[in-house]
């Protein structure tokens, strides 16, 4: 069902004026009230007056994650911090996470479009949903979590952890749907498989996202499980899960533009891309007042569509994920920089630089590998102190990536050495 | 008296451990004992061999991760009792063995090689209670009565 006909069914014109509107006040408050972009606005020449509306959006200068970080924690918070009720953080490049602040209006807002989605994909008060995204500073869990409570649904905060006691719960419960990642779904399928409990749920909804996934997976996911898959897409920047979802036509996410302009870069030239073309998605948040952002690089490659969709909806859609615009790989749902591997190899300080990331997904489920060179001034004739150095540096890794990496010693110059940027990265997972 | 074992890392890939062998060849060094660790990813080649300085240089120029380090061949007769005679006098003083094997140099008694916790406390008692150990040449050059 359409949950805010009003918003996800306007004209384009209703849009536009909309957006034009929201980002006049916006900008006007982001300029009074933080530093950041009254300087950027300023070294431009411009004033909050000479933004009209959304045709004047590209005067303005990108916001990046570096930005973030440069303003870290709360630098470019919009409102004092009382206002504030909660924060997230995501992965930075380096050490420094990536905090967001919401104020009460902001959770309001992220969940009512949270039960857009959940609407979109048929979920209503009769269900019973299991939410197992990581509850804590990742914004899966709770994001989900507040959007399936304003809808009314039954939740079951499972977060991430024991699969068997979701099954359990699952099939105990009658659990009709679930909110996770692709990939964690297709292994709760396995499970159930090699159980021979897989036609003993009642599982009839999934909405799948935090990490990218294809057309063949969602039918692999659908045939398996007996239901409908749907995609959720959102990044903490921006608010969380729920700034684009797709609907039962599958032809691309809606973005909530009432609330997200989008636009389409390309990422070399920062030039706009026309409609259709593949380019780097950026947001401009318009009702955000905690951490509004002006035109977010998301890094996210995707194109975009105004077309009235076949469900009914206005909203533009974005078509699936095309990849990145930076060296960011998402590992069960967590995003993580090469650049994170390295500081923390470095900080240790008992490990060469040289170091290769091998990403796989065994049994649908991603695992990380770290190959480290084993140097001589660390090397030693004893197992249990080797053993030692392997355990200390996957538990560093742990630490700085918040997900369990597989650490594995080398030999000496066994690791690819490259002119100019050496290759840290193996994907050996099959996503496009 | 010290000796000195060369140990090398070496990952658990096709040809890496034909490759050490080969290395030590070409250079004329002698292997007089090893032994061999192994773990699911990697394994530790520890050896006695003629030339350990040269040795540690050859494989690092191979590109191997390889060092030196201080063990010691304690003489034992070759009868029953022996080593559980050795190993008492090390439990009581305190001292843990990382690990040993034999070295094949010792004519028609038998040396063992060990890493103890504490080498020196080792060497004072086995001393103390009698108990040779093999000096540099003995333990590098091969001193057995066998030819072939």
């Given amino acids: 069902m359409i949950w805010n006909e009003t918003k996800e069914c306007m004209s384009r014109d209703q849009i536009h004026n909309l957006q034009s509107a929201r980002l006049k006040k916006m900008v006007n408050r982001v300029y009074h009230n933080v530093e950041f972009y009254r300087k950027k606005m300023q070294e431009l020449g411009m004033e909050p007056g000479d933004i009209n509306g959304l045709e004047d959006l590209q005067k303005l200068s990108f916001t990046t994650k570096n930005d973030l970080r440069e303003n870290y924690p709360f630098g470019l918070f919009a409102v004092p911090q009382s ?13 420094k996470a990536t905090v967001v602040g919401y104020t009460r209006r902001d959770i309001e807002i992220w969940q009512e479009c949270v039960t857009r989605v959940l609407a979109m994909a048929g979920v209503g008060a009769q269900d019973k949903i299991q939410v197992a995204y990581g509850y804590g500073l990742f914004t899966g869990g709770l994001g989900l979590h507040y959007g399936a409570e304003n809808l009314g649904a039954t939740v079951i905060p499972m977060s991430t952890g024991s699969t068997q006691k979701l099954i359990t719960m699952m099939q105990d419960f009658g659990v009709t749907a679930i909110a996770c990642t692709p990939s964690y779904l297709l292994h709760i399928a396995e499970m159930l498989e090699e159980a021979g409990q897989i ?25 398996k499980l007996h239901l409908k898959a749907y995609d959720i897409y959102g990044l903490s920047e921006i608010m969380g899960p729920g700034v684009a979802a797709d609907c039962e036509c ?12 989008p ?7 920062l030039e706009p891309c026309k409609e259709g073309e593949v380019g780097e998605l950026v947001f401009t948040t318009i009702t955000k007042e905690g951490l509004p952002l002006i035109r977010y690089r998301t890094r996210d490659l995707t194109s975009i569509n105004y077309e009235k969709c076949e469900c009914g909806r206005t909203l533009a859609r974005i078509s699936r994920f095309k990849g990145r615009s930076d060296d960011m ?20 300080g008992e490990t060469s630089p040289h170091y290769l990331m091998i990403v796989d997904r065994i049994n649908n489920l991603d695992v990380l590998e770290v190959q480290v060179e084993v140097e001589e001034r660390f090397f030693s004739d004893e197992i249990k102190q080797l053993e030692g150095l392997t355990k200390k540096i996957a538990h560093a890794l742990q630490t700085a990536l918040g997900l369990s990496v597989k650490v594995k010693l080398v030999e000496p110059r066994t690791i690819e050495r490259s002119q100019g940027k050496a290759k840290r990265v193996i994907d050996r997972r099959k996503l496009i | 008296m010290l000796i000195k074992q060369l140990s090398v890392f070496i990952e658990n890939r096709k040809g890496r451990l034909e490759r050490v062998t080969e290395t030590l060849c070409k250079h004329n060094i002698n292997i007089l004992s090893f032994s061999l660790a192994d773990t699911s990813e990697y394994g530790l080649l520890r050896m006695i061999v003629s030339d350990p300085e040269f040795g540690k240089k050859v ?7 390889a060092k030196l380090t201080d063990v010691i061949a304690v003489k034992i007769a070759q009868k029953p009792g022996t080593l559980h005679d050795v190993l008492k006098l090390l439990f009581e003083a305190e001292l843990s063995v990382e690990y040993m094997y034999t070295l094949s140099t010792a004519g028609k008694n038998t040396s063992i090689i060990m890493k103890l916790s504490d080498l020196e406390t080792a060497l004072a008692t086995l001393d103390k209670h009698g108990y040779q150990v093999c000096t540099a040449s003995e333990a590098y050059e091969n001193n057995d009565f066998v030819d072939k």
Avoid at chain 1, 250 to 261: C, Q
Avoid at chain 1, 263 to 269: M, V
Avoid at chain 1, 329 to 348: D, K, M, T, W, Y
Wanted: aromatic share 6%.
């Fill in chain 1, 83 to 95: 206002e504030i009720v909660r924060v997230h953080a995501s992965s930075g490049t380096t050490g």
């Fill in chain 1, 263 to 269: 636009e389409i870069i390309n990422p070399d030239t």
């Fill in chain 1, 199 to 223: 036609n003993n749920i009642n599982l009839k909804v999934a909405i799948c996202g935090a990490e990218p996934w294809t057309e063949n997976m969602r039918k692999e996911i659908e045939t």
């Fill in chain 2, 59 to 65: 494989l690092k120029e191979e590109g191997f991760s």
């Fill in chain 1, 250 to 261: 599958h032809a691309g996410l809606h973005v909530y533009e009432d609330h997200f302009i």
């Fill in chain 1, 329 to 348: 790989l998402i590992i069960r749902g967590v995003n993580i920089f090469p650049s994170q591997v390295e500081a923390a190899l470095l900080e240790l």
